[in-house]
């Protein structure tokens, strides 16, 4: 028997090695097929021969069809959820005592699933579980090292690491039948152990802290504390003043991603305008928590440079809960989050939520007004403005000089973060020019206290000093928590719609007088809207406003034609009011840009009717660009909101501030000059009838004044006013509507200057006038003209004997006689009023002063005498 060389013994292992290599592949390929996208699939079965063996060698397919795959993580990753496999028995068979670990026949390495990239050239640190844990940051950054294996597959490694193992055990008996060896790690490591979870979750609640340190003049601090988490602070806690034994009982919910880096626990004494002062420090070692467990943890403060100083102590309760299911969530975040910058590759996942503005909701917060407030200056009185803060967002409200009742109507958004809700902490402050603001008070809202989606007054005691403020909160949910998406409403349920008709019947018009009606609004999408940023896009979302109820949408990025398909739902208080909506363009850095408005009038809505709405101009005078389509239902007791009207209105908190216009100057004075008008010409018509410019009609109305004056009763009254208005609805009924829209022309510049001039002038006579007749009534009875005042009282006692002894019918008809027949009697007489032309007689307050006499001096000095005559 011909005996073969070394080499072509060595060339043939070679060879054997490398078919082993191919038969493992392609029964790898055939496990992991239905992860895989169908056209790859395909092409992989359709492949045959020497070339499609060539095909489906090595990573060159992958890397090819690489574009169809979801990429998420590559196939030399780690796993991990599962340890790396345990050796085989025959793996000392095959390779002998001289197979070195980890390497193939040839010497080369060899990579399983599990195994980490060669490219690193060390191994994933390993938790106490066995599983490698890897932070986000470092998954980002495999991922742009190496192919991928599509999120399909991924996830399905995340999901069920059992059957992962029950495929990797079939793998290794069908590699073991074919005589492939797959070397694992060195006999030395530990065996494979239950998966470390990916994230985990972190309740914290601050209790207490016990003799803290003393920080200020006045023998006490002002503690607040801080969380750190490998140097990110995550929280940060509220202010309590004057106290060393703070109970702060707060809560906060971290997710984490790995237990290496512990918690570090600072807590600082707040100082007004200064550096904060450190007040200690202490490390919680995630490691050492139980999971699933609630631990009461007490962390003694220490100065790292005063390690012997005493410097009090926290008291926190602490559970730490293993988030297995959540990975999933987690990936998906990544995944929309994988190009967009390099920056993101070191951030936690809590830095994702805020850079990628996924707040839980919107707290709006109005500022009404303060009530007796401390006074803080010398006169008195004070300069107050109020401070808002919420986590690391801030606002401060404008200064109302010279008051203690302050009306400040400021409205204020900030961005909710957390699902549990938050603490908002309100200072109020006394502004002094050249010197620090003193401070007046201060109060705090639990959010977690209010109900969502509705408006909350609360009238809130400042501790630490003195009076009320007075405040509009209201919590409305974001894209992250939905308000009310269009398939779930309530009244589409038939079920929910009877039950609100049932409640609003006319059988239960007096239950309940201040619940007239509910209004529920679909907010669908909006086209065409105006590009507001440089881009030329916009970032907008809608409010919608039922008096000083406020709820809005989230907000759609770069977008002209948002669809936001959210349902809003208002108890109606006043039928009358107005439904608001508004659509902005959000700005992160300043407030938000106008971009369009509309106003609908509750009485208006047609029930279920999906409209297109026009957007309007701020004022709501004129159309600006785009559209916005609503879907509007009103429920309501008619009686209810009949009885309703006859109560007063219901203030408005938020309104703009007036300002001076000339153009509404103009519009207004146009506004009161048609009402006058209309006044003046129909007393001009019935001043026609007793001049007998028509007889037709002078005689109708002359029989018509005597029957109503001789028949005379109070239910004629409310009949008189009837008559106009059933004669209005029939002509509007029979389409002959005689109501005009009133549209301001176009003028010029120099027409609009006129008019304003003209405007002016009719103001300035029209004030004129009715001042003069109240001064001239006044100075009647002020004896300023004796001889008048004397006519007066003559006319007043005539008249007071005439009405006694004479019905007031008789007397009415008797002056109706005499204007009807007064121009037949004599046909030349000048029409006159008697009232006014004594009015007219009695000199005004200005005629008083101009009709005045000197007083003369008798001793003129010199210089007063050449003063008076320079000549």
Not at 276 to 302: C, I, N, P, W
Not at 782 to 802: D, E, Q
Request: glycine share 6%; proline share 6%.
């Amino acid at each position: 028997m011909e005996q073969k060389s070394p080499k072509d013994e060595s060339t043939a292992k070679g060879q054997e090695s490398l078919s082993y290599q191919r038969r493992m592949w392609k029964n790898f390929q055939e496990k992991t097929k239905p992860w895989l996208s169908p056209k790859l699939g395909s092409e992989r079965r359709g492949a045959g021969g020497a070339e499609g063996s060539k095909k489906e060698s090595g990573l060159w397919m992958f890397k090819r069809k690489k574009k169809q795959l979801d990429r998420v993580f590559s196939s030399s990753q780690p796993n991990l959820c599962c340890s790396p496999p345990a050796p085989f028995e025959g793996d000392k068979k095959s390779h002998g005592g001289d197979a070195v670990p980890g390497t193939s026949s040839d010497g080369q390495p060899l990579h399983h699933l599990g195994a980490a990239s060669g490219a690193t050239g060390s191994k994933p640190e390993l938790t106490a579980h066995g599983s490698p844990k890897l932070p986000v940051s470092q998954l980002i950054m495999y991922q742009q090292k190496s192919s991928s294996l599509g999120s399909a597959c991924f996830e399905k490694l995340v999901v069920d690491p059992a059957a992962i193992l029950g495929e990797e055990e079939q793998l290794r008996k069908n590699a073991s039948d074919s005589g492939i060896n797959i070397v694992g790690p060195s006999n030395a490591e530990p065996p494979p152990r239950p998966p470390s979870p990916a994230m985990y979750q972190l309740d914290i609640v601050l209790k207490k802290g016990n003799n803290l340190a003393i920080r200020d003049r006045t023998g006490t601090s002002d503690p607040y504390v801080k969380f750190k988490i490998a140097g990110k602070e995550v929280f940060r806690s509220k202010t309590i003043h004057k106290n060393l034994n703070p109970v702060w009982d707060e809560r906060v919910s971290l997710l984490v991603e790995t237990l290496k880096d512990p918690l570090y626990v600072k807590v600082f004494d707040y100082d007004f305008g200064l550096q904060d002062d450190f007040m200690g420090s202490a490390y919680l070692h995630l490691e050492s928590l139980e999971h699933q467990r609630t631990l009461d943890v007490t962390l003694d403060l220490k100065d790292p440079q005063y390690p012997e100083h005493n410097l009090g102590s926290l008291e926190l309760a602490v559970t730490l809960s293993p988030k297995e299911g959540e990975m999933k969530d987690a990936t998906m975040l990544l995944r929309r989050n994988w190009k967009r910058s390099s920056k993101y590759q070191s951030m936690r996942l809590s830095d994702v939520h805020r850079k990628a503005q996924l707040w839980r909701g919107i707290v709006s917060i109005s500022l009404i007004e303060g009530r007796s407030l401390q006074p803080m200056d010398a006169n008195g009185l004070s300069d107050p403005y109020v401070k808002f803060r919420m986590g690391h967002q801030k606002y401060k409200s404008k200064t109302i000089p010279k008051t203690l009742n302050p009306q400040w109507r400021e409205q204020f958004d900030f961005h909710l973060y957390e699902e549990q809700g938050g603490y908002v902490d309100i200072t109020v402050w006394d502004k002094d020019a050249g010197k620090k603001d003193d401070f007046m008070g201060r109060c705090t809202i639990d959010l977690s206290h209010l109900s969502k989606e509705h408006t909350h007054k609360l009238d809130l005691e400042l501790e630490e000093g003195e009076g009320v403020l007075v405040l509009l909160v209201t919590l409305t949910a974001s894209a992250a928590v939905s308000i009310s998406d269009l398939s779930i409403n309530m009244l589409d349920d038939p079920h929910e719609r009877h039950q609100i008709m049932q409640r609003y019947s006319l059988w239960r018009s007096f239950h309940n007088l201040k619940d007239v009606g509910v209004v529920q609004v679909k907010v669908i999408r909006a086209e065409g809207l105006m590009a507001a940023d440089v881009t030329g896009k916009s970032d907008p979302f809608c409010v919608v406003e039922l008096s000083n109820d406020r709820l809005q949408t989230h907000t759609v990025y770069k977008n002209l034609n948002p669809e936001w398909n959210k349902v809003f739902t208002f108890n109606v208080k006043d039928i009358h009011s107005v439904l608001e909506v508004t659509v902005y363009d959000e700005d992160r850095d300043r407030s938000a840009d106008f971009l369009g408005k509309v106003a609908i009038p509750l009485l208006n809505i047609q029930n279920g009717e999906r409209k297109a709405y026009a957007l309007k101009s701020k004022e709501l005078t004129g159309p600006t660009k785009g559209v916005i389509f609503l879907e509007i239902d009103v429920i309501f007791n008619a009686v209810k909101a009949g009885l309703r009207t006859l109560i007063p209105i219901e203030q408005k908190y938020i309104e703009e501030e007036p300002r001076v216009s000339k153009q509404l100057l103009l519009r207004n004075f146009n506004r009161v000059r048609r009402c006058i008008m209309f006044l003046i010409n129909t007393g001009c018509y019935i001043n026609s009838c007793f001049e007998w410019d028509s007889p037709q009609r002078s005689i109708c109305a002359f029989v018509l004044f005597v029957i109503v004056v001789w028949n005379f009763e109070l239910y004629m009254i409310p009949l008189a006013l009837l008559l106009p208005l059933a004669w209005n609805y029939i002509l509007i009924t029979s389409g002959k509507d005689t109501r005009q829209d009133v549209d301001s022309e176009r003028k010029g510049f120099m027409n609009k200057l006129y008019a304003i001039q003209d405007v002016c002038i009719s103001v300035q006579n029209a004030l004129d006038e009715v001042a003069s007749y109240g001064e001239r009534i006044k100075n009647t009875f002020n004896w300023t003209v004796p001889f008048l005042s004397w006519l007066a009282i003559v006319a007043f006692g005539v008249a007071t004997i005439i009405i006694y002894f004479i019905p007031l019918r008789y007397i009415v008809l008797a002056w109706g006689v005499n204007k009807f027949t007064k121009k037949l009697r004599d046909p030349y007489t000048i029409d006159n009023n008697e009232l006014l032309d004594f009015l007219s007689r009695v000199p005004s307050d200005v005629q008083v002063v101009q009709y005045r006499e000197l007083k003369l001096d008798p001793n003129p000095s010199p210089n007063k005498r050449k003063k008076n005559n320079p000549g």
